[in-house]
């Protein structure tokens, strides 16, 4: 299969260290994305950031359990395949841009898969994914984001 590369842009009503805590809260994804059946972290960096981290999703009926490695900067996370049943390859990069209303969340992707599909199926996981990778950050970081602002401890 050829490479599937995608990106895209969200502004996001959340201060930046709110996305920060939903993208380094990678074992609560289950309970907002739905393409994440579990997620466990396997190690962290020497700065306590998730480094290597299994899970199982499923997108457009397609199941797989894979291993990535993630990278850390101040401004973005950039993580890599190094295992998986169904992908060759994987990258994507988060980067965290500030804004004077809350930030703006950057992404790019690509996936190589090991299995043919079709088109149509590909596409439809391409948008599920990135759907989750944009819309689903922004919900969730924007829900903390209130609690927060009530007094909440998060």
């Given at each position: ?27 609560a ?77 950057e ?48």
């Amino acid at each position: 299969m050829a490479e599937v590369h995608a990106s895209a842009r969200i502004d996001i009503d959340a201060a930046p260290e709110t996305v920060w805590d939903v993208l380094t809260d990678l074992e609560a994804f289950p309970t907002w994305s739905r393409i994440h059946e579990e997620v466990r972290i396997e190690s962290h960096n020497d700065e306590g950031w998730p480094e290597r981290v299994w899970m199982k999703m499923s997108v457009v009926g397609i199941r797989d359990e894979q291993v990535v490695d993630h990278s850390w900067t101040d401004d973005s996370v950039s993580w890599e395949l190094v295992s998986g049943g169904v992908q060759r390859a994987q990258r994507g990069t988060y980067t965290i841009i500030p804004t004077e209303t809350g930030c703006t969340a950057e992404l790019e992707g690509m996936v190589d898969l090991i299995i043919p599909l079709p088109k149509l199926v590909i596409k439809q996981g391409q948008k599920l994914v990135m759907s989750i990778a944009t819309k689903g950050i922004k919900a969730e970081a924007e829900k903390r984001q209130k609690r927060i602002d009530a007094g909440e401890v998060v």
